[in-house]
């Protein structure tokens, strides 16, 4: 799968749409990206279209897709399934989290919205992997999301393409921002489109965008131990990157 470098400041061709399927606003708890930097972010990298897909809510994406923040908003919904995560979009109303994967799923198509499957293979988060195959095979996902930014292995980001080609199914790009940095890190670019049948059609005709961005850090580093009479985090049991992976997305 071909995957181009995201160019700041350029824009989609006349008749194309960017759209980044997959990120989170302040709403979402782990999150610090307000609505007006999200705004703000979205026309800084060109984005046309944005999938808010908080965490079990979808206030926020309501909210934004009644304000004019200058990108089209798409309320989705990341949804926590005892088995692993799953997006609603185009979601009508919130799902609640811990029901049944195949009730979600259900819910999802119930509100005329698409089942869109994010970050497949990641082990280090709530990920639907071994489901997967068996959830294509049934046609329980319209959308596998083939490059999420977050994913530093691209080699699971190819899996999900592999996968997505596999059972025909259209893949899709998330930035998985919970930052404004994060924001565009990833997205396609496809024909404009209407709803939820229009975006799975322009889906055909993708080109995927994407790189690796991590999120952004949240706290400043502690100074050395002795220096301001505090604990000393950097030791032996508490590294630096053992403290930063407290909160895990």
């Known amino acids: ?12 061709p006349a008749g ?21 930097q999200l705004a703000e972010r979205a026309r800084q990298a060109a984005l046309d279209v944005v999938c808010v897909t908080d965490h079990n809510v979808t206030s926020a994406a309501v909210a934004a897709a009644e304000r004019d923040l200058g990108v089209r908003i798409i309320v989705g919904e990341e949804i926590r399934t005892p088995n692993g995560d799953v997006i609603g979009l185009f979601l009508t109303e919130r799902i609640p989290y811990v029901l049944p994967l195949g009730e979600v799923v259900g819910r999802i198509r119930a509100q005329g919205g698409l089942v869109y499957v ?19 095979a049934d046609g329980a996902a319209d959308i596998i999301e083939v490059f999420n930014a977050k994913v530093a292995d691209q080699a699971l980001n190819q899996r999900a393409a592999v996968l997505a080609e596999r059972y025909s199914l259209p893949g899709g790009a998330g930035s998985d921002a919970h930052d404004a940095p ?3 890190a990833s997205y396609v670019e496809v024909p404009d489109f209407d709803g939820p049948a229009g975006f ?10 994407g790189e690796f961005r ?8 502690r100074p050395p131990a002795g220096t301001d009479g505090r604990r000393d985090l950097t030791g032996p049991g508490h590294s630096p990157s053992r403290v930063a992976r407290r909160s895990r997305w």
């Not at 994010?118 to 294509?136: Q, T």
């Not at 799975?200 to 965008?209: E, F, N, W």
């Not at 991590?214 to 580093?221: E, K, L, Q, T, W």
């Open 182 to 184: 994060g924001v565009g």
């Open 118 to 136: 994010p970050h497949p293979f990641d082990p280090v988060r709530s990920s639907l992997g071994r489901l997967l195959p068996g959830m294509c």
């Open 214 to 221: 991590d999120h952004a850090p949240r706290y400043p580093r």
């Open 200 to 209: 799975l059609a322009a889906l055909a005709d993708a080109r995927v965008a």
């Open 1 to 12: 799968m071909p995957v181009d470098q995201p160019v700041p400041g350029s824009r989609a």
């Open 16 to 36: 194309r749409v960017r759209v980044d399927c997959h990120l989170h606003t302040a709403a979402s708890g782990d999150s610090v990206l307000t609505l007006e």
